[in-house]
Structures are given as structure tokens and as C-alpha cells.
């Protein structure tokens, strides 16, 4: 968010200083890895669709400003019983707003994507638009176009405190104190820290996702096989298609450990990755094989 501001506040002329607490390129937020699922059918709630769709066409405008392609059309497809919340949800959001899509019982879906083995009392919501975006590219493609239009991007500076000082405001880093006319404040999980007079009811999760080579060879791959959100009562899941030097990206999508960005746990424990590979292998037989690396 911070480095999409400032690509956007520099290219309508503003002067932008822009200030992170560690090094370009880190791990520490939720921004880092190779791929993020974009999709329109959001089921947790029609009013995101809008802005989705209009974040298909910034992404768009930031490939042709930069010359690199960080958008995959791999489609992506939502499953579960009709009545679970993710397909209801996803389906009421495409209806609702016009989005293109499909709607498959399972042995259709068995039928369009060999890879998924599902129950026969699950269905399914295609999504032929929805892809992956290559987060560690839109930020090095933001900063770098940001730079280009004369914003100052200063890292391992962290911020302090702020404050409103006269018609502007003031801010205090472990180096220096600015003053501006504006702030945007787009800290991520740290956004607590900074804002703590509102005592915003922020909960933050650790999330883990692995990436594992697949054993079956091909079935997998982006252009064969979407990616797919999957509710059972053991909750959400999300698989990620194979891409090149990639395998297939798995984890939990809809809660985690409950953490500080300081107390985030970065070990990963066999057990935690036995799981998800026993419950990838569930639906998409053969996907989770070695372990290429994990993600948190």
C-alpha cells in the first residue's frame, strides 16, 4: 500500500517522501513471496468488488508504465457445498456485480480440472478472470517508478510517532523529524502501533504457506489447473497452480496464529507442514510432494 501511494502521489506532481522501517525488498510484512491471489467473486462481500475491478486496471497501467508483466489469468475456482459460505458468498458477489463465470457441480468440475478430486455433494463457482500477481515485482515496479518521478524512499528508518502540527503534520523517525502537509499511514499489521489512541480492534495472524513440488508432472500448471479456495469445517484453504520453479503453493486462508509483527513465528514445525501436505493431497492427489520452501 505505501509504495502504491507513492507511485500514485508522485505521479500527480505531489513531492512524496516515503519511509520504511527496514530494507527494500523484506519479509517482515505481507507483501513478500512470488505469487497473491486477485479475484473479483469476493465472498466475504459484494462491496470489495469495486474495488477489485478497479485494481485490475491500476495493475494494468503499472505493467505498461514499467515494461513487466505482473498479472497471470490462471482463472480460480471456490468449492464447497453450495450452501458454505465461500461459494454462496462468491456467488452472490458475481451475480450481484456482472462478474463472468461458471457454475459447476462436481462432476463437472472433476470433469474441466482432472487435477481436483472433490465430493459429490460439493459445487463449485469458476472465475475465468481471477490470476496471481507477483508481489516482490509490483513493489520493486512501484518504488522504482515512484523513484523515477522524484519521490524520496528511505528504508530502515522506522517511525516513531507522529502528530498533527499546525495545518500540517509532523513526524519522528530514528534519524530525523520531517514535517508535511499529509501523511498516509499504510504500516500493515504495524498500523496498531502508530494509531494506538484509536484502539482499533486489530487481530493479526501468522500465516504459512509451503510450496511443494508436485509428483505428477504437468496437472498442475497454470493454464490446467486454477487456483482454488476450498471450505470444509476444518475452514478455507487456498492452492495455488504450479508455476515455473515454483510447485504448487499451499496454506490456510482464513485464520492463523494470533501474533504481533514482533512475535510472529518464523520456524516452521514439521508437523504444521505434514498437515497442510495431508490436506493438499486431499483434494489435488499428487500436488504436495517435496517441500521446495515455506512462506510465512
Not at 507483501?31 to 462481500?45: F, K, L, P, V
Not at 455433494?121 to 517508478?145: I, R, T
Not at 519522528?172 to 504495524?190: C, F, I, M, N, P
Request: net charge negative.
Amino acid at each position: 500500500m505505501g509504495s502504491a501511494a507513492a507511485w500514485h502521489l508522485s505521479r500527480r506532481g505531489y513531492r512524496v517522501l516515503g519511509l520504511d522501517a527496514y530494507q527494500r525488498g523484506h519479509d517482515r510484512g505481507s507483501s513478500h513471496g512470488r505469487t497473491r491471489i486477485i479475484r473479483q467473486a469476493y465472498y466475504e462481500s459484494p462491496d470489495y468488488v469495486p474495488l477489485v475491478r478497479r485494481s485490475y486496471d491500476l495493475w494494468h497501467a503499472l505493467e505498461q508504465e514499467s515494461g513487466k508483466a505482473l498479472l497471470t489469468v490462471t482463472g480460480g475456482i471456490y468449492l464447497g457445498r453450495p450452501e458454505a459460505k465461500l461459494v454462496a458468498g462468491a456467488l452472490a458477489s458475481a451475480r450481484l456485480h456482472g462478474i463472468p463465470h461458471e457454475e459447476l457441480d462436481a462432476a463437472e468440475i472433476r470433469r474441466r480440472f482432472p487435477a481436483f478430486r472433490v465430493p459429490d455433494d460439493f459445487a463449485g463457482l469458476y472465475e475465468p478472470d481471477a490470476g496471481l500477481l507477483d508481489p516482490e515485482a509490483c513493489l520493486s515496479a512501484l518504488l522504482d517508478l515512484a523513484a523515477a518521478r522524484g519521490a524520496e524512499l528511505r528504508h530502515e528508518e522506522p517511525v516513531r510517532r507522529w502528530w498533527v502540527d499546525g495545518d500540517g503534520v509532523a513526524v519522528e523517525t530514528e534519524r530525523e523529524h520531517y514535517r508535511a502537509g499529509r501523511l498516509v499511514l499504510a504500516a500493515g499489521s504495524w498500523i496498531g502501533q502508530l494509531l494506538a489512541d484509536l484502539r482499533l480492534p486489530l487481530e493479526i495472524w501468522r500465516i504459512l504457506h509451503v510450496h511443494f513440488e508436485p509428483e505428477r508432472d504437468g496437472l498442475f500448471d497454470a493454464g490446467r489447473c486454477p487456483f482454488a479456495l476450498w471450505e470444509i469445517p476444518e475452514g478455507i484453504y487456498s492452492a495455488f497452480p504450479a508455476l515455473p520453479g515454483q510447485g504448487v503453493k499451499f496454506g490456510r486462508h482464513d485464520t492463523g496464529e494470533i501474533c504481533t509483527p514482533e512475535t510472529a513465528r518464523r520456524e516452521v514445525r514439521p508437523g504444521e507442514v505434514e498437515s497442510l501436505r495431508a490436506m493438499l493431497n486431499r483434494f489435488l492427489p499428487g500436488a504436495g510432494g517435496q517441500v521446495l520452501w515455506t512462506l510465512t
